[in-house]
């Protein structure tokens, strides 16, 4: 029965199927009940025909009908199953090895689903069972109940890096030495990491005699994402997949440390292409923002690239002391410089050095200075003191003296060809020394140097050299200065003194020099002893998680590839951190193409299995109504079919039919949130407090009704949610009561409340104790619960409400945001570092904080009844209260819906016009 499409769950059944003759003979040898006539008292001589036929056997055709629904009765019963799921061969124990890397996390459901359906088929066998996760630390394989494999199935969870199987086979060759009879099955994602993994044939070379099963995916569909070089002019990510069975067309998303959305550009691959590209062409205000790419709907950590400040364009100001005739376009060693520089840094070259050291620089290129006025000497000296990279070129103004911005003490004068110092002929470069940072660039032949300024000969002057002639002059020197650095090129930017602005290698040499200009990045680098604490991890999904208090530091140097060391996320100071990639700019992903003849190949869930037993019992019940139909028809009884009856009742029965099934149809999974997401709504945390949530509801209802009345925004009513099992993404404000009984939150819970903030999403904390806490926020239990949750969130620092906050005039002029209570702040989050001569706050993306906490019981003012009445007192001395917690609460919703749009220097007018006359009034 296994080689045929259809089995049957209880096939001893089908022995009723013996019994069909006798049912044959019965039906067969039994007439149908005699026709009952009406008999009158008149007319019924003329009514009755003259020869009454009366049947002896009954009707072959009916005799078939009922054959029939016995038969399938008898079917039914026995279960029949389409398709059954293959079973596991042999009767010894079975290992089964999974795939848990990233490129498994997409298909994760299925694979435990195929999981789970070994282990019971294990169970049913009684035979005992191991499971091991191939990306999992490498331990001894023991042997288990199923029952005890199925309880803990849970715990196998996909990692957010590439794994190596390899580990593992001294464990698995241990193992079959000791179970020759074991039944190995691998539930593989199919993918390779750049091709090489040999583990199909190292596996199928430990045991000949053992059974190898090889479960495959259906069909490879993941998408990895790295980024090549983030440091061209515009930034270029790679996204790679390992067949075509892929995505053909997607985006790629770009957001900053905060989850907030900079752009998303689409990405296609041509025809049969294992990889494709794109460019983001925005400023580089922009782009130094990005730390985080992601590709739409592919679920992996390998579809996200984490960037981190070394892979910032740097912001380079250029500054010349040459004279107004060097200063034309060919003559300006500006332009030379610039050139060079602008395909992989952003350029700033207008203005003195006063002005661009203003403006936040990463490094600053100035070509032939001489002196320095006393004051911008000591800004120059902070700008490296603190950081900065400085590069400075030769001229005739440096070859006059030395001063205290040079990496070397020079000579007086320069050496040229004719002069004094001078030699015969140009020079040309000499090989780059391994340990200088141009060790990898080309050298060409035909640059020639006439003319440059020595250094004076020092100890350490070798160590300070990064490229030299072939005589052994320094042309380039550099050394550290504070935490910034100090490069200097001992000729023009111009080609007056050498051929080397003119040169590739002069292009290659500013972008090498120019790497330094994140000196914090470098001394981290340097340092081989360093490690750096976890700050924000990615998941097997690519989500952000919190770092655990076992999640491990990060060595420096490392790989710069994910491993269970060093996972993929952020490490160190958000500023001078380090970002940890699944995958490396070179990686690529294949499929296995060799697998041994030893493996019985599969699907994982390849067997469209169908239980038939629903439309078996469906011909069953419609054959069962026919014979009816055809008694009541035979006996004489009149058919009336109610034709409007039979109208409406007639979708109802076509509903029945398709939710029944003529095919055995799977599972549909449906919506579970479809009106949330048709309408906008307002919604309450669920707190398991009947009385509190019916206050939240309450409250929410009544600002629903005041933001129909005085504004646009018509809200539907008000939703319980629970964050664990419901979507958050549809409510635009989140209304969180918080008790003194507030019961912990689950992983999942903060999870999906951590990515509803990040998306966009604002949470409204209301501890309800303005009274106990005076306003100060000290502590209450009340208060305590608060921070318990907050300390579980990715949440920014918060202040209280400024009066400039968008939140004071979205909608309402407001000076403070009142509830039942009147005495307690409303907390946002906090704005950003401000400019020095800018009293405005900075505020990222839309300005819509992602959290707000008060303590002033807002529901509690907001509630009314089925009447329209209210339910709670206020508290408060204005006899306005309840009407200004009302506008409280209309900011707040239409400042989470529309942002900071009020901010825009277009509407300060209006603003000044309607706060002059609340003045007058």
């Known amino acids: 029965m296994s080689a045929l499409p259809l089995i049957f769950s209880a096939p001893f059944v089908l022995l009723a199927l013996l019994a069909l003759p006798v049912i044959w003979f019965l039906l067969r040898t039994v007439p149908p009940e005699p026709q009952r006539i009406a008999f009158p008292p008149l007319r019924i001589f003329s009514k009755i025909p003259e020869k009454q036929p009366v049947a002896a056997r009954t009707p072959w055709w009916l005799l078939v009908i009922r054959m029939l629904i016995c ?15 293959q079973t596991t061969p042999g009767n010894g124990p079975v290992l089964i090895l999974i795939d848990n890397g990233f490129s498994s996390a997409k298909a994760w459901e299925e694979r435990v689903s195929q999981l789970e359906q070994t282990v019971r088929e294990a169970l049913q066998s009684n035979r005992l069972l191991a499971v091991l996760p191939l990306g999992n630390p490498v331990r001894e394989i023991e042997l288990q109940n199923p029952d005890r494999v199925l309880a803990s199935l849970e715990t196998i969870q996909p990692l957010p890096y590439a794994i190596d199987r390899s580990a593992q086979l001294p464990a698995i060759k241990e193992f079959l030495t000791q179970n020759t009879n074991a039944t190995v099955i691998w539930l593989s994602d199919n993918l390779t990491l750049n091709g090489s993994d040999d583990f199909p044939q190292k596996l199928a070379e430990l045991n000949p005699s053992a059974s190898l099963i090889l479960l495959r995916q259906r069909t490879t569909e993941t998408l990895a994402l790295t980024a090549p070089d983030t440091k061209e002019s ?3 990510v790679r996204i790679i997949r390992a067949t075509p069975d892929a995505p053909e067309t997607g985006r790629i998303l770009a957001s900053d440390g905060r989850g907030n959305l900079i752009t998303d ?15 983001f062409d925005i400023p580089n205000d922009l782009r130094n923002r990005i730390s985080r790419l992601a590709i739409i709907n592919e679920k992996s950590a390998g579809a996200v690239y984490l960037l981190d400040s070394s892979h910032n364009r740097p912001t380079i100001g250029i500054f010349s002391g040459g004279s107004a005739e060097q200063a034309r376009t060919l003559l300006s060693p500006v332009y030379y410089i610039k050139n060079a520089l602008l395909p992989f840094a952003d350029i700033r070259d207008n203005g003195n ?8 620089l990463d490094a600053l290129v100035v070509a032939d200075i001489g002196e320095l006025d006393s004051q911008t000497t000591r800004q120059l000296k902070d700008f490296i003191t603190q950081g900065g990279l400085l590069i400075r070129f030769a001229g005739n103004r440096l070859s006059a003296g030395n001063d205290d911005l040079l990496p070397v003490k020079l000579r007086y004068g320069d050496r040229n060809l004719g002069g004094a110092l001078s030699w015969s002929e140009p020079r040309k470069i000499a090989a780059f020394a391994k340990e200088s940072p141009f060790s990898s660039l080309t050298i060409n032949d035909d640059i020639k140097i006439k003319r440059q300024v020595l250094a004076e000969p020092t100890p350490t002057l070798y160590e300070q050299t990064w490229a030299a002639l072939e005589d052994g002059t320094p042309l380039v020197t550099a050394a550290k200065n504070g935490k910034g650095m100090i490069v200097l090129y001992h000729v023009t930017a111009t080609p007056a003194w050498s051929d080397l602005p003119l040169s590739g290698l002069f292009v290659e040499m500013l972008r090498k020099t120019i790497q330094f200009a994140k000196t914090s990045d470098k001394s981290i680098s340097d340092n081989n002893s360093a490690s750096l604490p976890p700050r924000l991890l990615l998941d097997a999904s690519g989500n952000f998680v919190q770092p655990g208090a076992t999640a491990p530091y990060l060595k420096i140097p490392n790989s710069n590839r994910a491993s269970a060391e060093s996972p993929p996320g952020f490490y160190g100071p958000e500023e001078t951190g380090i970002a940890q990639n699944t995958l490396l700019p070179t990686d690529n992903l294949y499929t296995f193409k060799n697998i041994p003849a030893s493996f019985e190949q599969r699907q994982i ?30 006996s004489g009884t009149p058919l009336r079919i109610n034709r409007r009856l039979f109208k409406n009742s007639l979708p109802t029965l076509l509903a029945v039919s398709l939710a029944t099934g003529m095919w055995g149809v799977p599972k549909a999974q449906t919506s579970e949130r479809e009106p949330a997401a048709l309408e906008t709504r307002l919604a309450y945390i669920i707190t398991n407090n009947p009385s509190l949530d019916a206050t939240s509801k309450a409250g929410l209802t009544g600002l629903g009704q005041f933001l129909s009345l005085n504004t646009a925004f018509e809200p539907a009513p008000p939703s319980a949610v629970d964050p664990e099992k419901d979507e958050l993404a549809f409510y635009p404000l989140i209304y969180w009561p918080i008790s003194s009984t507030q019961q912990t939150l689950s992983n999942k819970a903060i999870k999906n409340l951590n990515a509803y903030m990040k998306n966009g999403g604002t949470v409204l904390f209301d501890t309800r104790d303005a009274l106990r806490s005076l306003g100060t926020m000290q502590q209450t239990e009340e208060t305590s619960a608060l921070r318990n949750i907050l300390s579980q969130f990715d949440v920014p620092a918060l202040e209280p409400v400024p009066t400039d906050h968008v ?27 401000r400019d020095a001569n800018d009293d405005t706050p900075v505020r990222a993306s839309d300005g819509v904080s992602p959290v707000l906490v008060t303590g002033n019981d807002f529901a509690a003012a907001w509630a009314i009844g089925e009447r329209n009445e209210t339910l709670f007192p206020v508290s408060g001395s204005d006899p306005r209260q309840r009407e200004m917690a009302f506008r409280a609460g209309a900011n707040i919703v239409l400042y989470t819906l529309t942002g900071n749009y009020k901010a825009d220097q277009v509407h300060v ?13």
């Not at 008898?74 to 389409?82: D, E, Y």
């Not at 945001?817 to 409303?826: A, K, Q, T």
Request: hydrophobic letters at 45%; aromatic letters at 8%.
């Open 71 to 85: 038969g399938l009765l008898v079917l039914a019963c026995a279960g029949p199953v389409w398709k059954p799921a």
């Open 234 to 236: 515009n930034l270029s």
């Open 265 to 279: 550009m689409p990405f296609t691959f041509t025809k049969d292409a294992a990889t494709a590209s794109v460019t």
């Open 353 to 360: 050095i006063d002005e661009l050291l203003s403006q936040k």
């Open 605 to 634: 869930g390849g067997s469209d299995t169908r239980d038939l037993r629903a439309p078996v019992l469906l011909a069953a019940l419609l054959l069962f109504l026919i014979d009816t139909l055809l008694m009541l028809r035979m």
């Open 807 to 833: 939140l004071t005039k979205t909608f309402y002029l407001l000076k403070s945001f009142p509830g039942r209570y009147d005495n307690s702040p409303l907390w946002a989050e906090a704005s950003e570092a």
């Open 909 to 921: 007018k209006d603003l000044l016009e309607r706060m002059e006359r609340e003045h007058m009034q």
